[in-house]
Each structure stands twice: as structure tokens, then as C-alpha cells.
């Protein structure tokens, strides 16, 4: 289906979902931007056997005759009405991106519902607790990723998962990596507790060095807001703190960066 009308009800609703957190909890669907992201997205469809549930693909024409033309097999198990020809200007007016590359997915909300049950006994999870920043929060999913990371949790008021930035920001590992949102902090910690499981603080100072700590038997590191860190009464509630040894005038790092230091220390323990 061609469409060439900024008025046409589903780019309307294309456009809400990009912009509009909340519209996006009501649907259950959010919105993948740019062509690597919604490539690995066809490539990871419930259609080829991933867990990608695909609602809808609108993309610019020559897309799929050009850059994307070895996807081309992968768009085509989705049926027609999921395929949607779109304009230059369509495109740019959805997009809040300076380089809009003309290609948009709407999926299925990807996180999973928190509970003990859903831990695995001797795992290695993040706890990102009021997180803000929609880039750090992307780049520690792609690290997650990488790592082979057993999953990561939301608590509190973190940034929404579905933000465009953050799902760029993750470059296509959202569904290959475990995610809850639960923003209930110390029923998340008293899960991980009741699965076995230690919390580890990760605090600037007072806490075990993060090149001494034991990250073979399972963890959960827990990394606070970007500006402020931990609050005291959380950091009191996990079983540990762990700090990450600095030099010279520096006494923090980006979110981001500690916790890929993290990830580093806590999956390369494993074996």
C-alpha cells in the first residue's frame, strides 16, 4: 500500500506513537526508527522465528530497491496490509532525527512482566533505578547484549524504555535481551533476595573494589540516576556495594560507562 497523505489515519497513529509515551503504553506498541534498527527487526520477526512481533513497516520505496534490497526476502513475509510505501515528507515529518533515513517499524511492546519467577537462579542482571538519559539507557542495553547479559530491570521513574532515542540507542538489541519494568525498587531487590541472588550497590566510594568482588555465583548490579546516583535508602537496601576504583581528578563516571565496566567484570567471571 502506497500512502501519500499526512492525513492518513495510520500515519497519524505512526506519528503519536513516536511522540506520545503515553498512547504507546495504551496500544502496547512502540516505534523502531532508522534502517539498521528496523532491519534487525525483520530480521528478528515472530514470522522468522524471533521475538519481534511486527504490527506494521513504513518505509521510503527505494529503500528496498537500494540499501535494504538484502532484506528484501525478510519484508516479504509480512503480509501486504503491514507494508506501507510512504513519502520523503511523510517521513520527515514523523522524524525528529536531523537525518531522517525514511524507514519506521511498530512492534509490540517487548518488556516482561517482574516477578521471582522470572529470575534465573545464579543470573547476572542490571537494576537501573531512576535512570534519565534516553542514550545511556540504549547503550546499556547493546552492551547487555553483547555480553550475553541474563536481563535488566527498570525501577522507579527511569526513562521510558520506548523513547525513539533509546531504542536507537540500542541499535536492535531489544529483543534479544530480557527487560522488565517494575517501579516498585524493594519489591525488585526482595525478589532478586528470595531467588538467591545478591544486590550489588554500585556507589563513588565505601564500597568493595569492583575488581574484588565475587560476581561468579550471580548478581545485580544496581546503578543509580545519572546525576544524583543511588539514594541512601536504596544503596542501605541491597546486600553489597561496590565501587569502581578512580585516578587522578576524576570521582564518577557516565551511567553508562560504569555500567559497561560492570557488565565487563560481572559476565567475564562466568566458567
Not at 525478510?74 to 496490509?81: C, G, I, Q, S
Amino acid at each position: 500500500m502506497v500512502i501519500t497523505s499526512k492525513d492518513n489515519s495510520k500515519i497519524k497513529q505512526l506519528a503519536k506513537l513516536y511522540s506520545n509515551r503515553k498512547y504507546r503504553r495504551e496500544t502496547g506498541l512502540f516505534v523502531i526508527e532508522g534502517i539498521r534498527g528496523c532491519v534487525d527487526a525483520l530480521a528478528d520477526s515472530t514470522l522468522n522465528g524471533g521475538n519481534m512481533e511486527i504490527e506494521g513497516i513504513y518505509y521510503l520505496e527505494e529503500l528496498f530497491e537500494g540499501v535494504c534490497s538484502g532484506y528484501k526476502p525478510e519484508l516479504e513475509l509480512l503480509p501486504e496490509d503491514k507494508r506501507f510505501i510512504i513519502t520523503r515528507e511523510i517521513a520527515d515529518k514523523i522524524s525528529d532525527t536531523d537525518a531522517c533515513q525514511g524507514i519506521f517499524v511498530t512492534a509490540k511492546m517487548l518488556d516482561k512482566l517482574f516477578s521471582e519467577d522470572t529470575l534465573k537462579r545464579g543470573g547476572k542482571y542490571l537494576i537501573l533505578d531512576e535512570l534519565q538519559d534516553p542514550g545511556n539507557l540504549g547503550t546499556m542495553i547493546r552492551t547487555s547484549d553483547a555480553v550475553g547479559l541474563d536481563g535488566i530491570v527498570l525501577t522507579g521513574n527511569c526513562v521510558d524504555l520506548y523513547n525513539p532515542k533509546t531504542v536507537r540507542s540500542a541499535v536492535g538489541s531489544m529483543p534479544r535481551v530480557d527487560i522488565f519494568v517494575e517501579r516498585d525498587f524493594e519489591r525488585v531487590v526482595e525478589a532478586f533476595k528470595l531467588k538467591g541472588i545478591p544486590t550489588a550497590a554500585a556507589v563513588i566510594d565505601g564500597g568493595t573494589e569492583i575488581r574484588q568482588y565475587d560476581f561468579s555465583k550471580g548478581c545485580a548490579v544496581v546503578i543509580g540516576n545519572e546525576g544524583r546516583g543511588l539514594t541512601y535508602d536504596h544503596a542501605e537496601m541491597c546486600s553489597n556495594k561496590v565501587t569502581i576504583a578512580m585516578h587522578g581528578h576524576i570521582d564518577s563516571l557516565n551511567a553508562a560507562t560504569a555500567a559497561t565496566i560492570f557488565l565487563w567484570e560481572m559476565t567475564r567471571a562466568e566458567g
